[in-house]
C-alpha cells in the first residue's frame, strides 16, 4: 500500500550488469505513466496514470516535530522521496483513492476487465512454461484438477513473484533444476541450458520499523518535554496504547 520506488542507482545498477534497457532513465517514463499523484505531476511524477498516489495524511504537528527533530540530528528531509532525491526523511506515501486503498486491480484490471482478448482465470496454477526451440509458446495449467495447454500467438510474460518466477523457469527447465526437482515434480521443459544463476541473487531486506506511542495520560501539549518510547513494530502486546503515531 505504501508507495516507494526503487532507488534509481539499483536500476542503473542491473543495466550496467547487463540487463538492457532498465536504467532509471528508461524505467522513469513507465513510473510517470503510470501514476496519478495528489500533488500533481512534475518531471519526476505523473499526473494522469490509472494508479492513484496521495502522501499519507501525517496533519498531527507531532509528525513535523519528528522531521525537524531529524534534521537538527543532521539526516536531510526530502521533499518527495518519489521524486528527485530518494534519500531523506519523509512523510509516506501511499496508493489511496477518496480514502481506499488502490490496487493494480483497480488500476489496471477492472477497466480491462470487458476487453475481448483479456481472459481471467482464477483458481488456475500454471504448472510450467512450454518452451519449444528456445521460445516460450504458451503455458501448461490446472484448473479443478485438469490440465490445460494455452498456447500463445506472440509471448508469455510471467510475474509469479520474486519466488515463484524463478521457481516456474525451473520447472520449465531454465536454470538449475536441482533446485527444485522433488521426485514428484521433475521438470519437464527443454528451456535453453544454462542460466545456473538464475533465482540465486535474492536477499533479504533489512528494515527496523519503529512506531512511537504517546504514553497514557499525558496531554498532546506536555509531549515534547516527555519521554517517547520507541518500540519494535512487532511489540504488539503492549496494552494502555492510546495514539500511535
Ligand atoms: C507483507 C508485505 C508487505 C508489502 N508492502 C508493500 C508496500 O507497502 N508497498 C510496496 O510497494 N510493496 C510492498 N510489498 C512488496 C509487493 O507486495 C511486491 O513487490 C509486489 O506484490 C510484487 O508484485 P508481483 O506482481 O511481481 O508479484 P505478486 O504480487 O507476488 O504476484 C504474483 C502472483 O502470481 C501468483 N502465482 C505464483 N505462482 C503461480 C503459479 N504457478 N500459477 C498461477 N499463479 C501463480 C501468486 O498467487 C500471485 O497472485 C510488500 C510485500 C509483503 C510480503
Known amino acids: 500500500m505504501i508507495y516507494n520506488r526503487g532507488n534509481p542507482l539499483d536500476f542503473d545498477g542491473w543495466a550496467q550488469s547487463g540487463l538492457e534497457g532498465w536504467d ?26 490509472p494508479m492513484h498516489i496521495n502522501r499519507c495524511k501525517a496533519e498531527h504537528k507531532l509528525y513535523d516535530v519528528f522531521l ?8 536531510s528531509v526530502t521533499p518527495d522521496h518519489n521524486g528527485y532525491r530518494q534519500e531523506g526523511l519523509h512523510v509516506a506515501q501511499s496508493f489511496i483513492r477518496d480514502g481506499r486503498r488502490w490496487s493494480t486491480a483497480n488500476g489496471y484490471l477492472h477497466p480491462a476487465e470487458d476487453r475481448k482478448n483479456l481472459e481471467v482465470l482464477s ?27 494455452v498456447t500463445c500467438d506472440r509471448e508469455v510474460i510471467l510475474s ?21 526437482a522433488p ?7 527443454r528451456g535453453p541450458p544454462g542460466r545456473p544463476q538464475l533465482g540465486k541473487s535474492s536477499g533479504r531486506k533489512p528494515a527496523i520499523h519503529n512506531q512511537l506511542r ?3 495520560g499525558l496531554r498532546t501539549q506536555s509531549f515534547r518535554s ?4 520507541s518500540a519494535m513494530a512487532s511489540d504488539e502486546k503492549r496494552t494502555g496504547r492510546d495514539e500511535l503515531l
Not at 39 to 49: A, F, H, M, N, S
Not at 133 to 145: D, H, S, Y
Not at 226 to 229: A, S
Open 226 to 229: 516527555c519521554e517517547v518510547r
Open 68 to 75: 525537524r527533530g531529524g534534521e537538527q540530528a543532521g539526516f
Open 160 to 180: 509469479a513473484g520474486a519466488f515463484n518466477t524463478p521457481q516456474l523457469l525451473m520447472l520449465s527447465g531454465v536454470g538449475d533444476p536441482r533446485r527444485v
Open 214 to 216: 504517546r504514553l497514557p
Open 24 to 49: 532509471f532513465a528508461h524505467c522513469l517514463p513507465y513510473f510517470r505513466k503510470m501514476e496519478t499523484f495528489a500533488d500533481g505531476p512534475d518531471d519526476w511524477r505523473g499526473g494522469d496514470g
Open 183 to 189: 521426485p514428484w515434480h521433475q521438470p519437464q521443459g
Open 123 to 149: 483458481n488456475t496454477l500454471v504448472n510450467r512454461i512450454m518452451i519449444e526451440n528456445g521460445a516460450a509458446i504458451g503455458v501448461e495449467v490446472v484448473a479443478n484438477g485438469e490440465k490445460h495447454i
